[in-house]
Every structure is written in structure tokens, then in C-alpha cells.
């Protein structure tokens, strides 16, 4: 009724945007935000997706917290909807006449309506909290970036803005999901397959660095300009949804907001200097005050700061691997020293310390010959056990005297099949090389396959994966172990490589199914022989009293396979 | 009167409350996402798939308005059921819909790095799981709803299958395998799953309550009656 009054008498009744009004309006949309059933099933799904993709990684939270913003994607994108649907609702059941006669101004709803995505995006930082004392809980290390852990409630804001604006602008039910997909389409447009793209950062949502295999500390993503960014556009939508009624007012501050963004967008696309690069080599150039140390058992770990809790992961691989040879063969200076490898740095976008470090690698300035180098990653779960037994592989092969990096000599070249001779150069250091028909290679596989049950689950589904044996028993042949090869490189990285043969696997194999204390008496009283580098695998196997299994040459034959015998490098020494 | 003589008489007054405006808004996007990548100089068959298939998405969201009938409340007493209705909203939507789409497919077909071409047929199929979910997920919207407009709910219900068939099967999601490979192969089925599900949504929430037992034979009827 008053308002029809106003309007009969010819006077426009301004009634002023009133705080409390706004504020007590805010809180009540802001429930009715989150308690929406598209709100709770994006939330729950989001959390789900988190959990199942950090279930098998040993959480880093300087890395995997920016797992959290994807995490709140799916709850983004239903605030955007939900905040369009309530910013319409009036017109959508045709009731706007009737707030026109209540004593809020259709301005003062739109502030109520945008501060209440506010506060619900602030109140999804509770749920991002949960996500990271879950990752703390089950044995998360470092300490989240603090722009990247708000960048996500950012984006929930961002998209509720969004929603306020065109419940305004486009007040129909279909407008929401359309804009929805017009998001999702130009953030996957800007994102393009590269993040060297200039356009990479102008998405409001960046991938996780998880999936790139990248690590926060090789990372030089303008975290807290691509959150300012997001906020300036969480601005600009709020702007445009005043722009319809409060003219002058709401373009200053588009004005404003739109300035804020570019400088915001400036700063963030600006590349890093060369000094801001060449700082990333810290972590391994002198590195020795950023690491902190242990020994135990005669072996020393050491591990980045943050990184210290996973020495008790390394020596849960180590020490089983020590304990099963006899004292006396026991190596007198094994370090187990944490760097990062080649991949983790490149993944980082980190270009200039990517090739110091390739370069240092090749002259050997990382570290003695002495020390085995596990990276930044680790798993969990059930993938734990690829990532032991990696570590466990390569403390076994210095144990029985398995070395690559040797210089190449006529006698390597004699010993290699006639096919594999051109391609591998007298005088040239190995890098990598295979344990073909070594009786030592048995006994390596089996000490760092023995210790433990996720060992031993990952070392089977090894040789699951890559059979051996003539057909019918196996129609897939292959006389590397490429599956060993796998996590070697997923833990170690590509240096220094050996290449277990998989015929000395599937040995290996037989002796799991056996007691690990007799294959330890067994193993620690033929020792010497067992480790001579003259012992074939067939000599082994007759000691260790294995089944024989048939040459690679028989099953090559029996595959109709004739150049199996390419090797690209020497037999270990 | 014949059953399809007043299918054909009611088509004109429906065809005046559809929303045609949703449906042309849905262009924009659906048609923005397969331009930009049609566009791309490394746009590959899988970029090329990913765009038709947001575009769909956009004009299945659309579609699930298209049921959306403020005028209910006056033809719902006309002797014509709620499900005939529909059927016929869905029937005058689809061809303005399926033209667009032949258009779209021919656009993302001349991507640059395309290696080999997304069959027409194939792609259709994938527009019609999403079509399906849709006025599946409105018709559900329809019955449940205060306002007996299920847009909103059939819309909320194709994005939400569309984002889980984005993720699941886990590492092998039906939405990221490309049309031609094996993987692809293996999942086809689903597609014709989400096709069946959103019909008989569709159907079931359409029809009036109990007309599927007054369509049985009369002996069952009978048999299914209790006797006093």
C-alpha cells in the first residue's frame, strides 16, 4: 500500500541503504547459500575428490594445498547458480511488487545478497581448513601458502558475484547454468594446454600444481596477485550488479574495481627476474644448511626442513635391506640425501635452475658417489609401497656391488650382443646399465622386495605387468623389468639408471614365495658368490635352488622376436 | 478425435510458451566454445570433443526450460495428457536444436590438428544422453516443485551428471575418452544408459500418476484388483 501511495502522490520514497539491514539480510541468504542442496552435493563431491586424490601421496602442504580451490570448484559453481536463483527470486515468483512496499530498497537486497556470498565463501575456509588438518593428520609436512589456501573462497566469491549480477542483469532461471558453462568454457580457453601461455593466469581457477608433478617450492606463480586478481573480479561483478540502479555511484566504482584488476593482472603476468629464478637454485647449490640430518644404524639421512618427518619412511626402505646381509658387507658411508629431481624442478616452470642443476648433475656436483638422492615425493597407501621399494632397489644394488657410472671399456663392449655394440662409445662414463643374466641381480630384487608386505604387493604387480616365459604362458615378452624401471624413475629420477632384468625378477619372485628367514641364511651364507659379478643368473638360481627359467634367448625365440638383444647401454658392472 | 490430429492442434499454443529465448541464449556459449577451439592452431580431436561436448551441456540446459509451462494451470484440463505435452515441447525444440548441433559438429570437425573427424552420429548420440538427463531431471523438477517448473532442477541435474561423468569411472571418466578409441568403445554404453534413464525419468514423472496400470490388459487389471 505504500508504495502505491508513493507513486499516486508522484514522490519517490529513497529509503537508504541501511547496514543492519544489509547485514541481517546477508546472514539469512548466506545459510540459505550454503544449506542448498546444489551447495551441500558440491561440497561433499569436492571433499570426496580431495580425499581420493591425495590417498595415495604422501601429503606436502606447501604443494597439495592447492588442491583445496579445486576442491571448491564444484561448490563455486553452485553458489553461482544458487546466488542467481535468490538474487531473482522476487521476479521469479512474482512477488516484486511486494518487496517494493517492503522498507529495503532493491539496493540495499543487492548488497545484502553479494555480502552474503562473502560470507559464505568465508565460511568455506572452514571446510578448506578441515581439508588441511586432514592432510596434517595423516602425515602432512610443510606449511600451506597462505594466498593459495584463500585463493579458493576467493573463487567461491568470484562466482557468487558472478550469480548476484546477473540475477539482475538477466534475471531468468536459465541464465545461471548458462553462465556457468560460459565460465567453465573460458577459463578452459584461457588455461589452453600450456601454462607458458601470457593468458594461463587471466583464469579466476589454476590447475593444482599437483597434478604437473610440480613442487611449491619450484614454483614461481604469483599466488597473491592471482588472488587480488580474483578478488577484482569478484569486484567488477558486484559493480555491474548495482550498474542498473545506482548509475554514478556503481560506475566509479566499476571504474575502480577495473583498475584494481589491471594492475592486479599486470603484476601477475609480469615473468619473474632472473634473480627471482636463480633463487630457486638455493635448494640444491650449498643446500647443506636447508637440510637437517640423521644417522642411524651407520647411515645418514638427510632432508630438506619440512621433509625431516619422512627420514622414518626412508628408513622403514633402508634399514630391512641392511639388516638381511652379512655385517661385514654392510657399505660404510651410505648417505641417503633429499633432492629434488629434474622433473620436480621443471615441472616448477623453474627454467634457469632446471638447467644448473642438469649441468651440476652431469659433473657430479650434487653429491659423492656414496649418496642415493630420493626426491620430493612420496606415496601413501597403497602406492607407498612402489616408492619404498625404489629406494630399497637402489641401497640393495650398492650393497651387492651393482654400480653404474663406471668408464666403458672394450671388455663392456665384448660382453654385449653384436646388435647393441654401435650404438654405446668406448671411454664414455655409463649413465645407466642393465643386469642381464647377474646372479647378484636376484638378490638385490629380492632384499628390496622382502621387507614388506607393500614392498612385496608392488614388486608382484611388477612382474604382473611385464610376464616372462615362453607362450602360451605369456604373449608379451620383454627381458627389462619396465615396470621397476617406473618407479625407479618416479622416486630416484632418470640418473644413474640400472635396469633390472626381467628374468632375474620373476627369480626373485620364486623367493618371496619362500620364508625370509631361510632365503636369509641362504642369501647371507653364499654371499660372496652370490655377489660375484661373474655369477650368472643360472649359477644363482642353482645355489638359491630356484625352478630354472628359460633364457631370453629361448623366449625371444618362442615370441618370434629377433632384435631383443638392442641394449642402449653395458652390463653393470 | 484422432490422438495425433490433436497432437498436431495443441503444437501451436505450445510452441508459443516454450522459451525460445532460453534455447537461443544456449547458442551463444555452445557456439563461443566450439569457435575458440575450432580456432586453435593445436585444437586436436580430444579439444575438439571436450567443446561439443560443454556445448552440449549448454543446449541440454536450455532444453530442460523448454518443459517449463507457466499456462499449465489453464491446459491442464485439456484432452490432451501432461506427457503428450511434453512429448510435443520437446518434439517442436529438438529440430532447431539438432540443425544447430550438425552445425557445431561441422565447425569442431575443422579443427586443425584433427587426425581424424567426430562421426556426426556418434556426437548426436552424446547430445541426446545430455538432452535426455535434462527434461529427465525437469520432469522430476516438474512434479516436485513448488511452481511446478522444472528447469532449474532438470539444468542442476545435468551439470551434476555431467561433472561426475567428468571424473568417474576414476582415472578413466566417460567424459575424457575421445570418440574412435578403444577406450571410448568401452564405455559406450553409457551414453545409451543416460539416454534410458533420463526417458524413463521423463516418462515416469510426466505421466499421470496410475496411467501405466490403466493401460494393462483388462485380465490383469482385474487380477490386480482386490475383490471385496
Known amino acids: 500500500v505504500s508504495s502505491i501511495d508513493s507513486i499516486a502522490s508522484g514522490t519517490r520514497v529513497v529509503r537508504a541503504p541501511s547496514l543492519s539491514v544489509i547485514v541481517a539480510l546477508a546472514w539469512v541468504e548466506a545459510i540459505r547459500i550454503i544449506r542448498h542442496p546444489l551447495t551441500i552435493v558440491g561440497a561433499v563431491a569436492g571433499t570426496a575428490l580431495f580425499v581420493v586424490a591425495t590417498w595415495t601421496i604422501a601429503p606436502v602442504l606447501n604443494r597439495d594445498e592447492s588442491l583445496t580451490n579445486e576442491a571448491l570448484l564444484p561448490v563455486a559453481a553452485a553458489v553461482l547458480v544458487v546466488s542467481h536463483l535468490a538474487t531473482s527470486r522476487s521476479l521469479r515468483h512474482r512477488t516484486t511488487e511486494l518487496h517494493d512496499s517492503s522498507p529495503s530498497s532493491t539496493e540495499t537486497e543487492t548488497a545484502a545478497h553479494l555480502l552474503s556470498v562473502v560470507i559464505a565463501g568465508m565460511l568455506f575456509l572452514i571446510l578448506v581448513a578441515a581439508q588441511l588438518a586432514y592432510l596434517k593428520t595423516v602425515g602432512g609436512v610443510g606449511t600451506p601458502r597462505p594466498f593459495v589456501v584463500l585463493t579458493g573462497p576467493a573463487i567461491v566469491i568470484f562466482a557468487g558475484a558472478v550469480g548476484v549480477a546477473l540475477g539482475r542483469w538477466a534475471p531468468w532461471p536459465v541464465a545461471g547454468p548458462l553462465a556457468l558453462i560460459a565460465t567453465v568454457g573460458i577459463s578452459l580457453a584461457l588455461l589452453g594446454d600450456s601454462a607458458h601461455k601470457f593468458q594461463f593466469y587471466f583464469s579466476p581457477f589454476l590447475p593444482s600444481e599437483n597434478w604437473a608433478e610440480a613442487v611449491g617450492e619450484f614454483n614461481l606463480r604469483p599466488a597473491g596477485w592471482h588472488l587480488a586478481y580474483v578478488l577484482g573480479l569478484a569486484g567488477v561483478a558486484a559493480c555491474a550488479a548495482f550498474l542498473r540502479r545506482v548509475g554514478v555511484v556503481a560506475t566509479i566504482a566499476l571504474a575502480g574495481a577495473l583498475l584494481f584488476t589491471s594492475v592486479a593482472a599486470y603484476e601477475m603476468t609480469r615473468p619473474p627476474t632472473h634473480a627471482e629464478k636463480r633463487a630457486l637454485t638455493e635448494m640444491f647449490v650449498d643446500a647443506g644448511d636447508l637440510r637437517s640430518c640423521e644417522t642411524h644404524d651407520g647411515v645418514r639421512y638427510c632432508a630438506y626442513r619440512n621433509y625431516t618427518p619422512w627420514i622414518d619412511r626412508w628408513r622403514a626402505a633402508v634399514e630391512p635391506v641392511l639388516d638381511a646381509i652379512p655385517v661385514g658387507a654392510r657399505p660404510r658411508q651410505l648417505v641417503i640425501t633429499q633432492l629434488p629431481l629434474g622433473d620436480e624442478i621443471y615441472a616448477g616452470e623453474a627454467y634457469v635452475a632446471g638447467r644448473m642443476y642438469e649441468r651440476m648433475r652431469r659433473r657430479g656436483l650434487l653429491g659423492g658417489a656414496t649418496e642415493i638422492h630420493p626426491g620430493l615425493h612420496w606415496g601413501r597407501n597403497g602406492n607407498e609401497g612402489e616408492y619404498s621399494l625404489a629406494l630399497a632397489l637402489e641401497v640393495a644394488a650398492r650393497v651387492t656391488g651393482i654400480e653404474t657410472g663406471f668408464q666403458i671399456t672394450k671388455e663392456d663392449i665384448r660382453l654385449l650382443p653384436p646388435r647393441s655394440r654401435k650404438s654405446i662409445e668406448i671411454g664414455r662414463r655409463a649413465r645407466e646399465c642393465f643386469t642381464f643374466n647377474q646372479g647378484r641381480a636376484i638378490v638385490a630384487l629380492w632384499l628390496a622386495a622382502y621387507p614388506h608386505p607393500d614392498n612385496e604387493g608392488a614388486f608382484s604387480r611388477a612382474l604382473e605387468s611385464t610376464p616372462y616365459g615362453p607362450r602360451p604362458i605369456a604373449d608379451f615378452f620383454a627381458a627389462e623389468q619396465y615396470a621397476l624401471s617406473g618407479y625407479r624413475y618416479q622416486v630416484l629420477g632418470g640418473q644413474s639408471f640400472i635396469f633390472w632384468g626381467n628374468r632375474e625378477a620373476h627369480y626373485a619372485g620364486q623367493l618371496l614365495s619362500r620364508t625370509d628367514d631361510e632365503v636369509r641364511s641362504e642369501i647371507q651364507s653364499n654371499w660372496a658368490r652370490l655377489t660375484d659379478p661373474k655369477t650368472t643368473s643360472e649359477e644363482a638360481a642353482g645355489i638359491l635352488a630356484l625352478e630354472p627359467l628359460p633364457t631370453l634367448k629361448e623366449v625371444a625365440r618362442s615370441h618370434h622376436i629377433r632384435n631383443f638383444d638392442a641394449f642402449h647401454a653395458p652390463l653393470c658392472r | ?228
Not at chain 2, 22 to 39: E, K, R
Not at chain 2, 44 to 59: D, F, P
Not at chain 2, 97 to 104: A, E, G, H, K, N
Open chain 2, 1 to 228: 478425435m484422432p490422438v495425433i490430429a490433436a497432437h498436431i492442434l495443441i503444437a501451436r499454443p505450445l510452441a508459443r510458451t516454450i522459451k525460445w529465448p532460453a534455447i537461443v541464449a544456449s547458442f551463444v556459449p555452445a557456439l563461443g566454445i566450439v569457435w575458440y577451439v575450432s580456432n586453435d592452431q593445436y585444437a586436436n580431436v580430444g579439444t575438439a570433443a571436450l567443446s561439443l561436448r560443454l556445448a552440449a551441456l549448454s543446449l541440454a540446459v536450455a532444453i530442460a526450460f523448454v518443459l517449463d509451462d507457466p499456462t499449465e494451470d489453464l491446459t491442464g484440463p485439456a484432452p490432451v495428457s501432461l506427457l503428450a505435452r511434453r512429448v510435443v515441447r520437446v518434439a517442436l525444440a529438438l529440430p532447431v536444436v539438432i540443425l544447430f548441433w550438425i552445425v557445431l559438429v561441422a565447425m569442431a570437425n575443422g579443427a586443425s590438428f584433427m587426425t581424424q573427424t567426430l562421426s556426426q552420429t556418434t556426437m548426436l548420440v552424446e547430445l541426446f544422453a545430455f538432452i535426455s538427463l535434462a527434461v529427465g531431471g525437469a520432469a522430476i523438477g516438474g512434479r516436485h516443485l513448488a511452481d511446478k517448473l522444472g528447469g532449474p532442477a532438470g539444468a542442476g541435474i545435468v551439470v551434476c551428471v555431467v561433472a561426475v561423468g567428468g571424473l568417474l569411472p576414476w582415472g578413466r571418466s566417460l567424459l575424457a575418452q575421445v570418440p574412435g578409441t578403444a577406450a571410448y568403445t568401452q564405455l559406450r554404453s553409457w551414453w545409451w544408459v543416460a539416454i534410458a534413464a533420463g526417458a524413463l525419468a521423463f516418462v515416469m514423472f510426466s505421466a499421470t500418476p496410475g496411467w501405466l496400470r490403466t493401460r494393462w490388459p483388462t485380465t490383469v487389471r482385474r487380477s490386480l484388483t482386490p475383490t471385496p
